[in-house]
């Protein structure tokens, strides 16, 4: 069983920039995934198992960019340009056994608690 724990996440303006985190001891492919009111959740970033490869929505691509410290067993999402849209929360995603980084929710066996991303216009 892999533990995940989200931070990072609060109040921006739009434009703003903000960084969250998620803890994990786990070498396989992450992602971070969101969920707004009242909408499905979302695929937003994902990253391989040595951070080597990633793969973004295209609704954040440009934008955002989702990093990994293997050492820190810790796995990043930089959120620049902050827009209202961008409004949710935001869930990291360990897999059990793969370790390339995939969009598809399956991928991902275990799952964070979630952290709010609130922006405003």
């Known amino acids: 069983q892999v533990q995940l724990v989200e931070s990072g996440g609060g109040l921006a303006q739009a434009g703003d920039s903000l960084r969250i985190s998620c803890t994990a001891s786990t070498t396989y492919a992450m992602a971070w995934f969101r969920q707004a009111p009242g909408k499905e959740r979302e695929f937003v970033a994902a990253?391989?198992?040595?951070?080597?490869?990633?793969t973004y929505a295209d609704s954040v691509k440009g934008r955002f960019t989702i990093s990994r410290d293997n050492a820190k067993n810790t796995v990043y999402l930089q959120m620049n340009s902050l827009k209202p849209e961008d409004t949710a929360v935001y869930y990291c995603g360990a897999s059990a056994i793969y370790t390339r980084a995939g969009g598809e929710a399956n991928i991902y066996a275990y799952w964070g608690q979630g952290t709010q991303v609130t922006v405003s216009s």
């Open positions: 990253i391989n198992w040595n951070g080597g490869v990633t």
